[in-house]
């Protein structure tokens, strides 16, 4: 099985030297995609000066989705790899991969972040869906066979947030078995001054009811899990302007950006369901468009 790595970066010159170093250590034997955002700090002639990448491709985009798809479109390998930019992998990494996907079309695993306190690690993420069995993965750690990426047709790019859970739905739907390779072990380090990211709660919503009226449609198990996380989110936004965390104002607006969030991502949902009647339910997808490429060093 021959593997591609695919590694989308914005902005993460730094970050992006480790996880370069790790792969050429670990995994030398890996075709390695490098997939640049709009990046201000020079990480395009960081990537140009090394020996151990295989492509480099240039995008204008800022979305996430678009990178992994413009990777997906020069990788060459039977498998293709999808690793966060600020992620290193760890000695088993490449062997559960291969492992993984000799028994399932897909195969995610742990992230280790190092605190000061100890380290940290997640698990595998199941939930039964209007009959339909979804295996939720890391879209930062993460293997495909290429011909069930193919199947995919690679990532939905309308979504800015949420990609990967939208292709763990379109997984589930097309009966493509993820699993979960405790090998598969990438590390994030502490870092000291990392801040808070303030969450966009109109995106998260408008994600959420996107993808769920995209895959299965408008029906009560949709409304029913887009209002409970809503109310769950409210409840936990609520007590934190009790506890002196947050504003009535910020919360009222915060509201207001989760229904319309709900009601443009519902409307878009529904048309991308209607454009795409294929088990795939992506119109916005890998083959839709060929011009995500600035321009495209390939050294291979």
């Given at each position: 099985m021959t593997l591609s790595v695919?590694?989308?970066?914005?902005?993460?010159?730094?970050?992006l030297a480790a996880s370069l170093?790790?792969?050429?250590?670990?995994?030398?034997?890996?075709?390695?995609?490098?997939?640049?955002?709009?990046?201000?700090?020079?990480?395009?002639?960081?990537?140009?000066?090394?020996?151990?990448?295989?492509?480099?491709?240039?995008?204008s985009a800022r979305t996430l989705n678009v990178a992994r798809n413009a990777g997906i479109e020069v990788a060459s390998g039977d498998a293709v790899?999808?690793?966060?930019?600020?992620?290193?992998?760890?000695?088993?990494?490449?062997?559960?991969?291969?492992?993984?996907?000799?028994?399932?079309?897909?195969?995610?695993?742990?992230?280790?972040?190092t605190l000061q306190g100890g380290m940290t690690t997640d698990e595998l993420e199941e939930?039964?869906?209007?009959?339909?069995?979804?295996?939720?993965?890391?879209?930062?750690?993460?293997?495909?066979?290429a011909r069930t990426l193919k199947r995919l047709d690679g990532f939905d790019e309308y979504l800015?947030?949420?990609?990967?859970?939208?292709?763990a739905h379109r997984l589930g739907g097309i009966d493509a078995r993820v699993t979960w390779g405790a090998g598969m072990c990438v590390r994030r380090e502490y870092e000291a001054d990392g801040g808070v990211t303030e969450r966009d709660w109109g995106w998260k919503y408008?994600?959420?009811?996107?993808?769920?009226?995209?895959?299965?449609?408008?029906?009560?198990?949709?409304?029913?899990?887009?209002l409970v996380h809503a109310?769950?989110?409210?409840?936990?936004a609520a007590r934190g302007v009790l506890r002196g965390d947050g504003t009535p104002t910020g919360w009222l607006g915060n509201g207001r950006d989760v229904v319309v969030g709900i009601t443009t991502g519902g409307s878009?949902?529904?048309?991308?369901?209607?454009?795409?009647?294929?088990?795939?339910?992506?119109?916005?997808?890998?083959?839709?468009?060929?011009?995500?490429?600035?321009?495209?060093?390939?050294?291979?």
């Open positions: 695919v590694v989308p970066t914005l902005n993460g010159r730094d970050q170093d790790s792969l050429a250590a670990r995994a030398p034997d890996a075709e390695v995609i490098v997939v640049n955002g709009p990046s201000a700090d020079g990480t395009t002639g960081m990537v140009r000066d090394r020996d151990d990448v295989d492509v480099l491709v240039e995008i790899a999808f690793l966060g930019h600020d992620l290193v992998v760890e000695e088993s990494w490449a062997d559960a991969i291969r492992a993984g996907l000799d028994e399932a079309h897909v195969v995610t695993g742990p992230t280790h972040q939930r039964d869906i209007a009959n339909r069995h979804v295996t939720y993965f890391n879209g930062g750690n993460v293997a495909f066979r800015e947030t949420g990609g990967a859970r939208d292709a408008r994600a959420l009811a996107y993808r769920l009226v995209k895959n299965y449609g408008l029906r009560p198990t949709v409304a029913r899990r887009t109310a769950e989110d409210a409840y936990s878009d949902g529904f048309v991308a369901r209607s454009r795409d009647r294929t088990s795939s339910r992506n119109p916005h997808g890998v083959s839709k468009r060929a011009d995500r490429a600035v321009a495209r060093y390939d050294w291979r």
